[in-house]
Nanobody, 121 residues
Framework: QVQLVESGGGLVQAGGSLRLSCAASGRTFSTYAMGWFRQAPGQEREFVAVISWSGGSIDYADSVKGRFTISRDNAKNTLYLQMNSLKPEDTAVYYC??????????????WGQGTQVTVSS
């Protein structure tokens, strides 16, 4: 099991950018598929992006495609989410997840505590 800690959230103006990081403990980070999910008040947890253990397979939600970029650095045990052209509807708590299978569903074995992203007009 791996422990995940997110950072980089905060308050940003519409049209701005943020980069989220997810630091993973342990020495088997490279064997996990990694994903980002988000949850707004009163909403279900929503898929954002996922990357395979090798980085060779990437998938994005339609709502963020072209604006967000997921990447990983296995040597540093770190997952990233670069968020550009942010919109107020991107406001949510963002969660990092790790699991054995890359999926759009919230079926990952490990989850971070979440980090708040707020986009204002």
């Amino acid at each position: 099991q791996v422990q995940l800690v997110e950072s980089g959230g905060g308050l940003v103006q519409a049209g701005g950018s943020l980069r989220l990081s997810c630091a993973a403990s342990g020495r088997t980070f490279s064997t996990y598929a990694m994903g980002w999910f988000r949850q707004a008040p009163g909403q279900e947890r929503e898929f954002v992006a996922v990357i395979s253990w090798s980085g060779g397979s990437i998938d994005y939600a339609d709502s963020v495609k072209g604006r967000f970029t997921i990447s990983r650095d296995n040597a540093k045990n770190t997952l990233y989410l670069q968020m550009n052209s942010l919109k107020p509807e991107d406001t949510a708590v963002y969660y990092c997840a790790a699991g054995t299978i890359a999926t759009r569903k919230p079926l990952y074995q490990n989850w971070g505590q979440g980090t708040q992203v707020t986009v204002s007009s």
